[in-house]
């Protein structure tokens, strides 16, 4: 019985990540629509910048993914040789390969340092609401950012993050290097289901 109920309020924690992984691609799409900034086509720059931090939380539902789809174990092993090669890019990175639009491997399944990247905001010293974007888009929509819609909805990272750590404080607060943060993911989901016989939906 505690079990089951443990495997709850885990599959619970994936559907909650879930959801706010998506409203807050919809958020930076509607601010995307809005202010008229967006990505250079196939830039992916950064996807390629080594050290970026993420917590375990925001890769729950791509470690869930690999599970149900039984790549979960494949996905370690490559994180394990990436780490012998002392590669900090994130692993999902993968434009040669799959030749795909945005150079992800599960670009639905992308943390929310991912989504969120070129177009957050947070409260600069005076209270006031400050884009934290790249050089990229500092350069190619230096106007736009200077006269940036004051009523359009932006998207809050602490928003976003007071969300997480309600739905679990020690997991949101474990800022780790992107690559460990998906494995931690994927291990705590596979320790979680492995021995499981039924799975959720
Ligand atoms: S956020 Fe900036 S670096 Fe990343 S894809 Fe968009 S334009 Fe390129």
Do not use: W
């Not at 089951?4 to 509607?30: D, F, G, P, Q, T």
């Not at 957050?120 to 106007?143: M, P, Q, V, W, Y």
């Amino acid at each position: 019985m505690l079990h089951i109920s443990k495997h709850l309020i885990l599959y619970n924690k994936i559907r909650a990540v879930n959801a706010i992984l998506r409203s807050a691609s919809a958020e930076v799409e509607y601010f995307q629509a809005k202010s008229g900034i967006h990505c250079i086509k196939n830039c992916h720059e950064c996807c390629t910048k080594q050290n970026i931090y993420a917590s375990p939380l925001e890769f729950y539902p791509l470690a869930y993914h690999l599970f149900k789809t039984n790549k979960a174990y494949p996905f370690l092993e490559e994180l394990e040789q990436a780490q012998l090669n002392d590669n900090s890019t994130c692993i999902l990175y993968k434009p040669g390969l799959f030749n795909l639009e945005f150079g992800c491997e599960n670009y639905m399944y992308r943390g929310l340092i991912c989504r969120l990247f070129g177009y957050s905001f947070s409260n600069d010293k005076h209270g006031a609401l400050r884009i934290n974007t790249c050089r990229i888009i500092k350069r190619e929509f230096a106007d736009k950012l200077n006269t940036l819609p004051v009523k359009t909805k932006k998207p809050e990272m602490q928003k976003y993050y007071s969300q997480f750590y309600k739905i679990d404080f020690i997991e949101a607060n474990r800022l780790v290097p992107m690559n460990e943060a998906i494995q931690i993911a994927i291990e705590k989901i596979l320790f979680h289901y492995q021995f499981r016989t039924r799975r959720p939906a």
